[in-house]
């Protein structure tokens, strides 16, 4: 059995977004207002040019405030009537955290903090989504493992420690302030490496490769051997939402943390993802790998257990991996043409809605 997302529900909703103008929360303030929710997105400026946010014109459609989650005071007075609430906000990024782990600490700690702490005598609120990774976990790199909800939280380098800082905070004010859901849903969700449209970040494995064709160049592949629980962007949006609505409904029965992966077979190397890229978007698009003996530490292997969310909540993976490189070429490619990309964006959350399993669309 298979749940949909319910644009019933989400209809009217008062929802407040951290980080809107990053690729995700671009991607889901897009799917929320579509489905006609009241949106109000606080965040940076949106940290790439070209960037999603702007590319959706995003700002026309919900109520978009510039703001830093680590500024508490300013925070608090911008929520208004939030009834659930999406942290996104973040420095996501594994190798800048390395170049500024302060940076990347008041971020994704202190920023959860300020957030929870805003919200702790708030009125409205129903729901609290804290979007982390699947880095958060204490990775032991064994191709054997995939990991559970109740593994011990870990993370090697500042990014993934700090969002597993972020998961321990967000479970102490839980228990703490928020009487362990009784009355306000407050869970966290774990994903895996997304791909989709819109990312333009840099060190990340699709924006590069775009980068590269764009200039004509060889895509330029470092770490070949690495595996990741590749999905497409809307995989774990959809888990979002439904965790979101299900809070509302049962808010001490789903406030716990929850993974968000692909299917097993779907934790493919590097080299593979590029293969299919490649394949996809043809016109000679070749790739050349430079390994930097020098880079700093990048999980080698990482697999995420999803079976709670697939029975507790009903979701499932629609979108095999080969399918989501499929989908996110096809967007870029309506990008480099300069065509409508309100319209693939639009297009490709109906084409998920209508996806029954991970083959076929």
Known sequence: MMRDVSD???KGKKVFI???????????????????????????????????????????KIKSVHGDVRDLIFLK????????????????????????????????????????????????????????TDKCYENRENPQIAYK???????????????????????????????????????????????GGGDFAADRLIPDCIRGIMKGEKIIVRNPESTRPWQ???????????????????????????????????????????????????NDAEYEIKRNPKAPHEAGYLRLDSYKAQKKLLWKPRWN?????????????IYQEKGNVEKIT???IESYKRSKNSMHD
Request: proline share 5%.
């Open 8 to 10: 019933r529900f989400w």
């Open 18 to 60: 951290t980080g809107h103008t990053g690729f995700k929360g671009s991607w889901l303030s897009f799917w929320l207002w579509k489905m006609g929710a009241h949106v109000t997105g606080y965040a940076l400026e949106p940290p790439t040019r070209p960037n999603l946010f702007g590319l959706l014109k995003l700002k026309s």
């Open 77 to 132: 007075k911008n929520i208004g009537n939030a009834e659930i609430v999406f942290h996104l906000a973040a420095q996501p990024i594994v190798l800048e955290s390395y170049k500024n782990p302060v940076d990347t600490y008041t971020t994704n700690v202190m920023g959860t903090i300020n957030l929870l702490e805003a919200l702790r005598e708030h009125k409205t609120l129903k729901a609290i989504v804290n979007v982390t």
């Open 149 to 195: 909800e109740y593994e011990p939280m870990g993370g090697f380098d500042p990014y993934s420690n700090s969002k597993a800082c972020s998961e321990l905070v967000t479970d102490s004010y839980r228990k703490s302030f928020y009487k362990s859901g009784e009355k306000i849903g407050i869970a966290t969700a774990r994903a895996g490496n997304v791909i």
């Open 232 to 282: 497409h962007v809307l995989e774990p949006l959809a888990g979002y939402l439904m965790l979101a609505e299900s809070l509302c409904k049962a808010p001490k029965k789903f406030s716990e943390g929850w993974n968000f992966g692909p299917k097993e077979k779907d934790a493919k190397s590097v080299i593979k993802i590029i293969d299919a890229f490649c394949r996809f978007w043809g």
């Open 321 to 333: 991996s080969v399918l989501a490189v499929q989908k996110t070429v096809e967007w870029y490619k």
């Open 346 to 348: 639009s297009a490709q």
